[in-house]
């Protein structure tokens, strides 16, 4: 299953700790957003982690799940950087 994870954090501190945990499951696509295929039980583990490093009085997360028949219809256009600071190519 494809999740992509998105999020708002508003301290530096819970930011690099939300980003960290999201570099473990997925791949960066933009600054604050993932890509992650998951399967459900590890997806749950991961929502469950970011609950906890998260104000939900100051932030925000969300994910959306894609099926694969979704994911397979994803449009994708240009390059982009991912966290390793490599030119990846979507296909």
Known sequence: MLYVI???ISNPKRLAKVAKTCEDYGVRVQYSVFECYLEPDTFETLWLTLLDLINPDEDRIVAYQLDS?????????????CAERIVCYLV
Not at 69 to 81: D, E, F, I, K
């Open 6 to 8: 998105a999020y708002d």
């Open 69 to 81: 028949r979704c994911a397979a219809q994803t449009l994708t256009a240009g390059t982009m950087v």
